[in-house]
T-cell receptor
Framework: DAKTTQPPSMDCAEGRAANLPCNHS???????VYWYRQIHSQGPQYIIH???NNETNEMASLIITEDRKSSTLILPHATLRDTAVYYC?????????????FGQGTILTVHP | ETGVTQSPTHLIKTRGQQVTLRCSSQ?????VSWYQQALGQGPQFIFQ???????GRGNFPPRFSGLQFPNYSSELNVNALELDDSALYLC????????????????FGAGSRLTVL
């Protein structure tokens, strides 16, 4: 079972920032947080990952709280193409590399 | 750089039959993982192949089996199909497992949708 919890759905207006929360209260010290998204009829797509520092790439920003029990994925200027299911996953690596446990994710709907 | 390709994209089988799904990994990746995604659910890990051997398995019965070939491509075989096997089967490739959090950066294919009647 997934160890992260996410809201089942969220809405966002096009052009605005989308902030997707994730709780990972049982995360251990060596577990990274990974975010993937799945657009309809496609396979999941990697977005970003982090350990304890905030991270930013061309797709999104990841803010991890100091206690590491929660994080927020930020899409700074959401577009209609960002409508997708977003998954937050924690994984310790080692023998678990590549063996990701997906939960139900958050369905993000971006409106015009 | 080519991505992950899967075939076939759609197929229909009947209960009791066998199916083989195929996957070509992304260039530069030597590890392949397979996932099953039922309608409305997140993907569930089936197993992973590295160096042509199974390198971990999720909670799936032995009638789910796989192969990895020297060119890193892979097959997923399911015997004695059941109605509950109807799902999207996703293949993902990645770098070698272990030592690098980047190994959890998986590149997924678009999947093979299996319907069992």
């Amino acid at each position: 079972d997934a160890k992260t919890t996410q809201p089942p759905s969220m809405d966002c207006a096009e052009g605005r920032a989308a902030n997707l929360p994730c709780n990972h209260s049982t995360i251990s010290g060596n577990e990274y947080v990974y975010w993937y998204r799945q657009i309809h009829s496609q396979g999941p797509q990697y977005i970003i990952h982090g350990l304890k520092n905030n991270e930013t790439n061309e797709m999104a920003s990841l803010i991890i709280t100091e206690d590491r029990k929660s994080s927020t994925l930020i899409l700074p200027h959401a577009t209609l193409r960002d409508t997708a299911v977003y998954y937050c996953i924690d994984n310790a690596g080692g023998t678990s590399y590549g063996k990701l446990t997906f939960g139900q994710g958050t369905i993000l709907t971006v409106h015009p | 750089e080519t991505g992950v390709t899967q075939s076939p994209t759609h197929l229909i089988k009947t209960r009791g039959q066998q199916v083989t799904l195929r996957c070509s990994s992304q260039s530069g990746h030597n590890t392949v993982s397979w996932y099953q995604q039922a309608l409305g659910q997140g993907p569930q890990f089936i197993f992973q192949y590295y160096r042509e051997e199974e390198n971990g398995r999720g909670n799936f019965p032995p009638r789910f089996s796989g192969l990895q070939f020297p060119n890193y491509s892979s097959e997923l075989n399911v015997n004695a199909l059941e109605l509950d096997d109807s799902a999207l089967y996703l293949c993902a490739s990645s770098l070698a497992p272990g030592g690098n959090p980047g190994a959890n950066v998986l590149t997924f294919g678009a999947g093979s949708r299996l319907t069992v009647l």
